[in-house]
């Protein structure tokens, strides 16, 4: 009796064993397979990771940041309609890249955001401080001549003079120093005379700003475009005033983007203020430079020229004027020059 009760024992035994062996198996099985096809996300799933990458950046956590970037590219890219814009998802990614000083990673992510982004001109203007990091002046220059052409007059920021003048600072081209520092006045003078205006609530900033608004909720992109010389140049890409044009031209949104504009102003005024300390600042690096090395020829020995870099290739004299179709493909061609340590960005 007893030798029976054992093997039935023995039996269930042996056969529960098998059942959790199965399980385990089952589990391990399904934990691969869920591995190699991860779960879509959601919308705020991935906000929330993307949010999560911009917060471990800003703490100095950047490979942290570049996993969760990197998955979620996986994740983003792949679904038929993107979690979100791809574009910035590339823009934040070579942010975080050049944090980790992996520059040579960094120019195809800038370079695949194309001009009908509204993050192409920041990053243009990153890639430029990215060539400048890898001691690139004529590539960085490339970037420049683009971005401070007439087009982007009211849109690109002060922070563009200091890139530009530390690069002619890099190829000892003093002589363009001191026309970019007279450009920076007479492009960012009339502008801090325009927010100083608007934070002092003059009727006249208001009510340029109410036309730029109309402007805006039309998208008359013609009509908003010289509004903008007076007027913060974030300002038609600014979440919060985009989010009160719904309400516009209500009073209660009026106040709301009168006062967001105040912020935007502001931060530029700040902005201008640091950047033309730097200018100044460079220019006197300059004015030491050629004072103690004596050798004024050697300004002469950078010379620019605008041509597209692809295919066959047309070069024009310089003049200033610039066709629109030329913006993004320039090239600059320099000559040697006693190399310059610089303190980074």
């Known amino acids: 009796m007893l030798k029976k009760n054992s093997f039935h024992f023995f039996s269930a035994l042996a056969l529960s064993s098998s059942l959790v062996v199965t399980s385990i198996a089952s589990a391990f099985a399904s934990a691969s397979a869920s591995a190699q096809n991860p779960r879509p996300m959601t919308q705020i799933q991935a906000e929330r ?23 979620l590219r996986q994740q983003v890219v792949n679904q038929s309609k993107p979690l979100m814009d791809p574009h910035l998802l590339n ?27 509204p993050l192409w001109l920041e990053a243009r203007e990153e890639l430029a401080w990215a060539y400048l990091r890898q001691e690139k002046p004529e590539k960085a220059l490339a970037e420049l001549k683009s971005l401070m052409t007439s087009f ?18 890099s190829t000892c081209d003093y002589v363009s120093i001191f026309n970019l520092s007279k450009e920076f006045k007479q492009r960012f003078l009339p502008r801090v005379d325009a927010l100083a205006a608007l934070l002092n609530n003059s009727p006249e900033s208001e009510a340029l700003l109410n036309r730029a608004l109309e402007a805006l909720k039309k ?55 640091q950047n033309v300390q730097k200018v100044h600042l460079i220019e006197a690096e300059a004015i030491q430079r050629m004072a103690l090395e004596n050798r004024t020829a050697r300004r002469d020995k950078v010379r620019s020229s605008g041509h597209p870099h692809q295919g066959e290739v047309l070069s024009f004299p310089a003049t200033r004027e610039v066709w629109r179709d030329e913006i993004g493909h320039f090239a600059v061609d320099l000559k040697e020059c006693p190399p310059l340590r610089l303190a980074g960005r």
Do not use: C, W
Request: charged share 20%; aromatic share 4%; no cysteine.
């Open 49 to 71: 990771q993307f949010q999560r990458a911009l917060l471990l950046a800003q703490r100095d956590q950047p490979e942290a940041s570049h996993r969760i970037l990197e998955g």
């Open 91 to 117: 823009l934040t990614e070579a942010r975080v890249l050049f944090q980790m000083n992996r520059l040579n990673e960094v120019p195809g992510l800038y370079r695949s955001i194309p001009k009908s982004s």
């Open 152 to 169: 982007f007059r009211n849109t690109v920021g002060s922070e563009v003079f200091v890139a530009a003048g530390l690069t002619h600072l």
């Open 219 to 273: 998208n008359s992109q013609l009509t908003l475009e010289p509004l903008l010389a007076q007027l913060p140049r974030k300002l038609s890409q600014d979440p919060l005033i985009l989010q009160s044009l719904s309400q516009f031209p209500s009073e209660a949104s009026r106040r709301s983007a009168l006062r967001r504009s105040q912020q935007l102003a502001r931060a530029e005024l700040q902005e201008i203020k």
